[in-house]
Structure formats: structure tokens, C-alpha cells
């Protein structure tokens, strides 16, 4: 069976009968003039179908316990194939996708409509993906379509499909975990060569520039989100990505970055020395955050919560912190969460539950102490498993030694 049809069949069975589903790819937002910003295909939409073109919809449904699944796309263009390279065709939707009915984008508000009279009296449902990070954010393609469809049957129940969806999506299969390995392979060979680059006077951009060209080299097109490179008091700075200033002999470089591969992210920090060799002071507070990661590592395993791995590493700094002169409290020096689930997106979603194994996730402690200049984030990846976790990015190097040795080089 298709990887995808196999998806779908999970998110089917867990859908009431007599109901649909419509998930939309979405559409390219527009910048300016004629440019619009690089597409990004609904996660939950990529899951489903395996296919990231623009104005693509998804039809799950199921009537009296018979399911169907058809797919809506823009046709087959000549005169656009010439401009700017030809649309998918039906059959290639299908050969991806596995899903065997795919009518042209235009059929969906008549088929839609034809379903919902059809329906009348049979407890009938509609689910949508009603994604809304913030208030003031545009509308997605769902929300506008499911609003028009209320005002024309403002009796219709209309249900979000997160919590079927991010149910499944926090479990990664074999595959996923594979492109979350190869994403964060690239991301390895990204960062051995900023460790290699790196010097004092050199602009921080010239380091993401470097870690882009990595990506690039190998076929990697997309950032799974906006570098970190960071150096001195900067590095305390939480999300700071200006990334515009000039590194100084002395301190110390934390970048928080990732690529993808075929939409999943990897999502890594390291911190290591401008010139190479850390200070007596930078070692102390940076051995104190990788012991912080260890503890997480050793007690990451499925039944438990990230807010206990985070109150583990919340302790651990209490008891210490106040040996190495730092006394003004935890919350002052470290300010985060110590993890999150990570996928397709790089904050992936996830319910407030315990680990399950095939979790992915972050572990990612840092200390942030303004008065010294100096900010550390250690950020591996993790696979929960039942007894236990994987360090997937296990190949990137964060001992002291091993980073002092790799830059002598
Ligand atoms: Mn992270």
C-alpha cells in the first residue's frame, strides 16, 4: 500500500461516518508587483498526498461507512507550460499520491454542494484543517472556503482536524525518520564547514552564507527556518537572526539552524569559539549545558512528558549555577523549554501528552548570561523509543575536545 493511502486510511478511520474532509494546499502569497513569496505547501496536505503544488484540495469522505478520497487541481496549462513550466498532470497526482479520482479545481464547490444536499438529515460533518497561529493572521485557504459554505448552510457542523491529524503526525514512521536523519546530515556537513571558516573579524552573515552553501551543494533548498549565527552578548539573545555583525576574538559563535529534506526539518545548535580555543570561563558555563543535555538524554524514553525533562534540567541548573558564581536564579540565565517535537515543521505540532515511541524531538538547553557576553545553546535531535532515545544528530561534535581539535585543524 501507498505510504500516503495508508495516512489517509488512518485519518479515515478516525472520522465520524457521514462526513468529509477538505484540505487545501494553499496558494503562494503575494509580495509585490507581480512576485509572490516561495510557496510552502500545508504540512498537514503534504502528509495526505505527498505532492506541494499551489490550489490542490484533498476530499476524505466517508457516507454510510463507504470511503472515498479525490483530488482537486488546476488544469493542465499550454500557454503557462511555456511561461513558467508546466502544471502537474492528472495522472502524475496520481502516481504520487495514490489517490485514483482527480478532477479539475473547478468541479470542487459543485461536488461539495451536491454531498451536502445529498446529506440532509444524516447528522452530516465537515472537517477542516482551521490552522490560526494568531488573530490578526490572513485567512487560510480552509478558513475562507469553510466561511462561505456557512453562509450559504449555517446549519453544517464544521470540525478542525488537528487533533486527528497532530495525533498521527507525532508518531513518525521509518520514512520520516530517514528524511529527519538526512536533513540533519546536511545540516552536519553545514556546520563543519562554518567551523572551518570561522575568524575573528568576520561578519556573522558570512557564516550563514557558508552554511547556505552547504545546503545548496547538496541539493538542499529550502532552510527549515531562519538561521541562528550569533556571536558575544548577541548569543544571549534569544532569536536573534539579523545576523549582520562582526565576530571578535574571545567570543563565543552560537548558530541555531537546519535543513530540510523532502520537508522535514532538522533542527540543531552548536556554539563553539571564534578563534578556536575556549576561555576557562566559556568551558565551565558551556560543560554545565552539555551536562544539562545529557540528563535529558538519559531520561527521554516513552510515558514521559517534555515538561518533566525540562524541570530535570531546571533542577540540575538550580544545584549549579550558584557553584560557578551565578546566583540572580534559574529563570535568569535560562529562559526556554528544553525541547519540542520536530517534523515537518520545526516546531511540529503536538498535544500536550506523553512521549509515545517515534516521538521526534529537540533537546536543546542553554545558559544566557548577559553580564558576561556569553550564550550557549547545545541542540541535538532525539527519537523516542520505549526504554530509551536515539540521538540522531549523534555525528555533530559538541565535546570541548573534539570541537578545540576539529578547529585546530
Ligand atoms: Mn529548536
Redesign the pocket.
Known amino acids: 500500500m501507498n505510504l500516503y493511502s495508508k495516512r489517509r486510511q488512518n485519518v479515515l478511520t478516525r472520522m465520524d461516518d457521514n462526513s468529509i474532509l477538505l484540505l487545501f494546499s494553499g496558494k503562494a502569497i503575494a509580495k509585490s508587483e507581480d512576485e509572490c513569496y516561495d510557496f510552502d505547501v500545508n504540512r498537514n496536505f503534504y502528509y495526505l498526498t505527498g505532492l506541494e503544488k499551489e490550489d490542490m484540495v484533498l476530499m476524505l469522505g466517508k457516507n454510510n461507512g463507504k470511503i472515498s478520497e479525490s483530488l482537486f487541481i488546476l488544469p493542465y496549462d499550454e500557454y503557462l507550460a511555456r511561461w513558467v513550466g508546466g502544471r502537474m498532470s492528472k495522472q502524475e497526482a496520481t502516481d504520487i499520491s495514490d489517490i485514483k479520482i482527480v478532477c479539475d479545481r473547478d468541479e470542487l464547490d459543485d461536488t461539495v454542494a451536491r454531498i451536502i444536499e445529498r446529506s440532509r438529515g444524516k447528522d452530516f460533518k465537515l472537517y477542516f484543517d482551521f490552522w490560526h497561529y494568531s488573530y490578526d493572521q490572513r485567512s487560510s485557504e480552509a478558513t475562507k472556503y469553510a466561511v462561505d459554505l456557512k453562509a450559504k448552510y449555517p446549519y453544517l457542523p464544521m470540525i478542525d482536524i488537528f487533533p486527528i491529524l497532530t495525533s498521527l503526525r507525532m508518531v513518525k514512521d521509518e520514512y520520516e525518520v530517514a528524511y529527519i536523519k538526512k536533513a540533519i546530515s546536511i545540516t552536519n556537513l553545514g556546520i563543519r564547514k562554518m567551523m572551518r571558516n570561522i575568524k575573528p573579524e568576520l561578519n556573522e552573515m558570512v557564516m550563514e552564507g557558508v552554511f547556505d552553501f552547504v545546503l545548496k551543494e547538496n541539493l538542499c533548498n529550502k532552510n527549515a527556518f531562519k538561521t541562528i549565527a550569533a556571536s558575544g552578548h548577541r548569543a544571549t539573545i534569544l532569536h536573534y537572526s539579523t545576523n549582520n555583525q562582526v565576530m571578535k576574538n574571545g567570543e563565543l559563535f552560537l548558530c541555531?539552524l537546519g535543513a530540510t529534506y523532502k520537508n522535514y526539518c532538522a533542527?540543531i545548535?552548536r556554539t563553539f569559539p571564534v578563534n578556536g580555543k575556549f576561555s576557562k570561563r566559556q568551558r565551565e558555563i558551556y560543560e554545565m549545558v552539555l551536562h544539562a543535555q545529557k540528563i535529558v538524554v538519559d531520561h527521554a524514553k516513552a510515558g514521559v512528558t517534555l515538561r518533566e525533562l525540562n524541570k530535570m534540567v531546571v533542577d540540575y541548573y538550580r544545584d549549579e549555577l550558584p557553584k560557578h558564581g551565578l546566583n540572580k536564579g534559574v529563570n535568569e540565565y535560562y529562559f526556554h523549554s528544553v525541547s519540542?517535537h520536530?517534523g515537518l515543521d520545526?516546531?511540529d505540532v503536538s498535544m500536550d501528552e506523553p512521549l509515545r515511541p517515534g516521538c521526534v524531538i529537540?533537546n536543546?538547553p542553554g545558559l544566557y548570561i548577559t553580564d558576561e557576553s556569553i550564550g550557549i545553546r547545545i541542540?541535538d535531535d532525539l527519537l523516542i523509543k520505549e526504554n530509551g532515545c536515539e540521538v540522531l544528530s549523534k555525528d555533530i561534535i559538541k565535546e570541548v575536545d573534539d570541537i578545540e581539535s576539529f578547529m585546530d585543524r
Open positions: 541555531d533542527d545548535s519540542h520536530l520545526t516546531h529537540t536543546e541542540e
